[in-house]
Protein backbone atom coordinates (compact mmCIF):
# COMPACT_ATOMS: atom_id res chain seq x y z
CA UNK A 1 0.00 0.00 0.00
CA UNK A 2 1.78 3.23 -0.84
CA UNK A 3 2.17 6.07 1.16
CA UNK A 4 0.02 8.04 -0.21
CA UNK A 5 -3.19 5.38 0.68
CA UNK A 6 -1.97 4.98 3.98
CA UNK A 7 -2.33 8.80 4.83
CA UNK A 8 -5.83 9.33 3.28
CA UNK A 9 -7.01 5.99 5.79
CA UNK A 10 -5.36 7.93 8.32
CA UNK A 11 -6.93 11.23 7.55
CA UNK A 12 -10.32 8.75 7.20
CA UNK A 13 -9.95 7.79 10.43
CA UNK A 14 -9.58 11.25 11.88
CA UNK A 15 -12.75 12.53 10.34
CA UNK A 16 -14.82 9.54 10.85
CA UNK A 17 -13.92 9.67 15.14
CA UNK A 18 -13.40 12.77 15.01
CA UNK A 19 -15.32 13.73 18.45
CA UNK A 20 -15.24 10.01 19.55
CA UNK A 21 -14.05 9.41 23.07
CA UNK A 22 -15.16 5.95 23.72
CA UNK A 23 -15.53 3.06 22.01
CA UNK A 24 -15.21 -1.04 22.00
CA UNK A 25 -12.74 -2.93 20.50
CA UNK A 26 -14.45 -6.19 18.91
CA UNK A 27 -12.90 -9.52 16.26
CA UNK A 28 -15.22 -10.37 14.00
CA UNK A 29 -13.34 -12.22 11.62
CA UNK A 30 -15.23 -15.61 12.90
CA UNK A 31 -18.54 -14.57 12.06
CA UNK A 32 -19.85 -16.25 9.29
CA UNK A 33 -21.19 -13.75 6.44
CA UNK A 34 -24.49 -14.04 7.70
CA UNK A 35 -23.68 -13.40 11.30
CA UNK A 36 -21.82 -10.48 10.32
CA UNK A 37 -25.00 -8.98 8.40
CA UNK A 38 -27.10 -9.58 11.28
CA UNK A 39 -24.55 -8.43 13.97
CA UNK A 40 -24.31 -5.15 11.58
CA UNK A 41 -28.21 -4.66 11.05
CA UNK A 42 -28.91 -5.17 14.09
CA UNK A 43 -26.48 -2.33 15.50
CA UNK A 44 -27.53 -0.25 13.45
CA UNK A 45 -30.98 -0.28 14.36
CA UNK A 46 -29.78 0.78 17.37
CA UNK A 47 -27.48 3.46 16.12
CA UNK A 48 -24.16 1.55 16.56
CA UNK A 49 -21.65 1.58 13.81
CA UNK A 50 -18.93 -0.92 12.85
CA UNK A 51 -15.86 0.10 11.56
CA UNK A 52 -12.93 -2.49 10.54
CA UNK A 53 -9.37 -0.47 10.95
CA UNK A 54 -5.95 -1.21 10.17
CA UNK A 55 -4.24 -1.48 13.72
CA UNK A 56 -1.26 0.53 12.86
CA UNK A 57 -2.65 3.38 10.61
CA UNK A 58 -5.61 3.57 13.63
CA UNK A 59 -2.56 4.31 16.06
CA UNK A 60 -1.40 6.53 13.79
CA UNK A 61 -4.70 8.34 13.66
CA UNK A 62 -5.66 8.50 17.48
CA UNK A 63 -2.33 9.23 18.65
CA UNK A 64 -3.39 12.36 19.51
CA UNK A 65 -6.91 11.48 20.92
CA UNK A 66 -8.66 10.35 23.56
CA UNK A 67 -8.98 6.95 21.61
CA UNK A 68 -4.97 6.39 21.79
CA UNK A 69 -5.84 4.36 25.32
CA UNK A 70 -6.72 1.59 22.79
CA UNK A 71 -3.17 0.77 21.43
CA UNK A 72 -2.46 -2.67 23.83
CA UNK A 73 -6.11 -3.45 21.84
CA UNK A 74 -5.69 -2.85 18.81
CA UNK A 75 -3.43 -6.13 17.57
CA UNK A 76 -4.66 -8.66 15.47
CA UNK A 77 -8.36 -8.56 12.86
CA UNK A 78 -9.82 -5.42 14.68
CA UNK A 79 -13.34 -3.80 14.75
CA UNK A 80 -14.27 -0.85 16.35
CA UNK A 81 -17.80 -0.40 17.56
CA UNK A 82 -19.23 3.15 18.73
CA UNK A 83 -22.58 5.06 18.33
CA UNK A 84 -25.79 4.83 20.75
CA UNK A 85 -26.29 7.35 23.40
CA UNK A 86 -22.92 6.07 25.44
CA UNK A 87 -20.41 3.22 24.88
CA UNK A 88 -22.48 1.57 28.24
CA UNK A 89 -25.04 1.13 25.94
CA UNK A 90 -22.63 -0.27 23.31
CA UNK A 91 -21.38 -2.79 25.39
CA UNK A 92 -25.04 -4.20 26.42
CA UNK A 93 -25.65 -4.73 23.15
CA UNK A 94 -22.38 -6.49 22.34
CA UNK A 95 -22.68 -8.70 25.51
CA UNK A 96 -25.79 -9.50 24.46
CA UNK A 97 -24.71 -10.19 20.93
CA UNK A 98 -22.10 -12.64 22.26
CA UNK A 99 -24.91 -14.55 23.74
CA UNK A 100 -26.31 -14.86 20.11
CA UNK A 101 -22.58 -15.34 18.00
CA UNK A 102 -20.33 -17.47 20.31
CA UNK A 103 -17.42 -16.80 17.83
CA UNK A 104 -17.70 -13.06 18.58
CA UNK A 105 -14.59 -11.96 20.71
CA UNK A 106 -14.58 -8.78 22.81
CA UNK A 107 -11.70 -7.42 23.00
CA UNK A 108 -11.97 -4.33 24.95
CA UNK A 109 -13.48 -0.84 25.43
CA UNK A 110 -12.37 2.86 26.97
CA UNK A 111 -14.30 4.96 28.56
CA UNK A 112 -13.32 8.47 29.55
CA UNK A 113 -9.44 7.34 28.53
CA UNK A 114 -9.93 3.85 31.13
CA UNK A 115 -9.45 0.63 29.56
CA UNK A 116 -11.62 -2.25 30.09
CA UNK A 117 -9.52 -5.51 28.72
CA UNK A 118 -11.14 -8.28 27.29
CA UNK A 119 -14.73 -9.81 27.46
CA UNK A 120 -14.75 -9.97 31.41
CA UNK A 121 -13.98 -5.58 31.10
CA UNK A 122 -16.91 -5.31 28.08
CA UNK A 123 -19.39 -6.70 30.64
CA UNK A 124 -18.28 -5.61 33.66
CA UNK A 125 -18.58 -1.70 31.75
CA UNK A 126 -21.62 -3.15 30.43
CA UNK A 127 -23.34 -2.86 34.00
CA UNK A 128 -22.55 0.36 34.57
CA UNK A 129 -24.98 3.09 35.01
CA UNK A 130 -25.58 4.86 31.58
CA UNK A 131 -25.48 8.96 31.62
CA UNK A 132 -29.53 8.96 32.23
CA UNK A 133 -29.75 6.68 34.64
CA UNK A 134 -27.07 8.10 36.69
CA UNK A 135 -28.33 11.52 36.68
CA UNK A 136 -31.95 9.94 37.82
CA UNK A 137 -29.60 8.08 40.49
CA UNK A 138 -28.15 12.24 41.34
CA UNK A 139 -31.84 13.24 41.51
CA UNK A 140 -33.08 10.82 43.67
CA UNK A 141 -30.06 11.23 46.23
CA UNK A 142 -31.12 14.85 46.18
CA UNK A 143 -34.74 14.62 46.46
CA UNK A 144 -35.23 12.00 48.98
CA UNK A 145 -33.57 13.52 52.23
CA UNK A 146 -35.97 16.83 51.09
CA UNK A 147 -38.96 14.12 50.80
CA UNK A 148 -37.68 12.92 53.73
CA UNK A 149 -38.27 16.29 55.64
CA UNK A 150 -41.40 16.60 54.20
CA UNK A 151 -42.66 13.30 55.88
CA UNK A 152 -41.53 14.83 58.69
CA UNK A 153 -42.76 18.26 59.04
CA UNK A 154 -46.75 16.95 57.61
CA UNK A 155 -46.91 13.72 59.62
CA UNK A 156 -47.88 15.32 62.95
CA UNK A 157 -50.46 17.43 61.12
CA UNK A 158 -51.74 14.91 59.56
CA UNK A 159 -52.29 12.77 62.55
CA UNK A 160 -54.31 15.85 64.14
CA UNK A 161 -56.41 15.89 60.76
CA UNK A 162 -57.08 11.92 61.18
CA UNK A 163 -58.46 12.89 65.02
CA UNK A 164 -60.10 15.85 64.02
CA UNK A 165 -62.21 14.47 61.04
CA UNK A 166 -62.96 10.94 63.62
CA UNK A 167 -64.41 13.59 66.44
CA UNK A 168 -66.23 15.02 63.48
CA UNK A 169 -67.62 11.85 62.45
CA UNK A 170 -68.76 10.88 66.50
CA UNK A 171 -70.08 13.85 66.72
CA UNK A 172 -72.25 13.93 63.44
CA UNK A 173 -73.71 10.17 64.44
CA UNK A 174 -74.70 11.53 67.40
CA UNK A 175 -72.19 9.91 69.66
CA UNK A 176 -70.63 11.47 72.93
CA UNK A 177 -66.82 12.05 73.04
CA UNK A 178 -64.97 10.95 76.39
CA UNK A 179 -62.46 12.82 77.67
CA UNK A 180 -59.28 11.69 76.84
CA UNK A 181 -56.65 11.91 79.82
CA UNK A 182 -52.79 12.32 78.55
Partial sequence: MSKLVKEMIVDEYRDRFDGVNEAVVVDIRLLNANQNVDLRSGLKAKDIRVTVVRNRLAKQAFSETELKALDPLLEGPTALVTG???????????????????????????????????????????????RDEAQGQVVQLVLSPASNLVSAVTA?????????QQIADKLEDGETIDKVSA
Fill in 84 to 130: AESVVHVARELVDWVKKIKTLELKGAVLDGDVFSGKDGVEALSKFPT
Fill in 156 to 164: PGAEIVSIV
